[in-house]
């Protein structure tokens, strides 16, 4: 008998308050079949960029979906930067981000993976789990 393939879709936003500023981490992963929320993630980052926080965010939901043994995954971010680097459009020139690239890049393995840009007001779940972590962290 064959396990059935679990199939988890993440909203993953990430902040700072200053660019760099103090910063926050926030991500739902939700299972695609019965839209149940399976986990909510909360990170305080410390002082860094809005683009490294974002990048810390989905790292955390692909660690989590990691977790739960996810086969197939959809992330929806609505840094439309990093979709475009996941994707492989946009090369990334930056250092501090391309550590955080390849360290997503290795939590996608040989899963199937897609990336989603999606407008900010469809990801208030995370935004407001990023913006708690970044009030708890001041």
């Given at each position: 008998?064959?396990?059935?393939?679990?199939?988890?879709?993440?909203?993953?936003?990430?902040?700072?308050?200053?660019?760099?500023?103090?910063?926050?981490?926030?991500?739902?992963?939700?299972?695609?079949?019965?839209?149940?929320?399976?986990?909510e993630?909360?990170?305080?980052?410390?002082?860094?960029t809005?683009?490294?926080?974002?990048?810390?965010a989905?790292?955390?939901?692909?660690?989590?979906?990691?977790?739960?043994?996810?086969?197939?995954?959809?992330?929806?971010?609505?840094?439309e930067?990093?979709?475009?680097?996941?994707?492989?459009?946009?090369?990334?020139?930056?250092?501090?981000?391309?550590?955080?690239?390849?360290?997503?890049?290795?939590?996608?393995?040989?899963?199937?993976?897609?990336?989603?840009?999606?407008?900010?007001?469809?990801?208030?779940?995370a935004?407001?789990?990023?913006?708690?972590?970044?009030?708890?962290?001041?």
């Amino acid at each position: 008998m064959t396990t059935p393939a679990i199939s988890l879709i993440t909203y993953s936003d990430g902040g700072a308050r200053g660019n760099p500023g103090p910063a926050g981490a926030g991500a739902v992963v939700i299972d695609q079949s019965s839209k149940e929320v399976l986990a909510e993630i909360s990170l305080y980052l410390g002082e860094t960029t809005n683009n490294q926080a974002e990048y810390r965010a989905l790292i955390a939901a692909l660690g989590k979906a990691n977790e739960l043994n996810a086969q197939s995954i959809t992330c929806y971010l609505d840094s439309e930067l990093i979709v475009e680097q996941m994707k492989g459009r946009y090369k990334v020139k930056n250092p501090g981000l391309k550590e955080l690239y390849l360290q997503a890049i290795a939590l996608v393995g040989l899963k199937k993976v897609s990336f989603r840009h999606i407008p900010r007001e469809q990801n208030s779940h995370a935004d407001r789990l990023a913006n708690e972590a970044m009030d708890r962290g001041r």
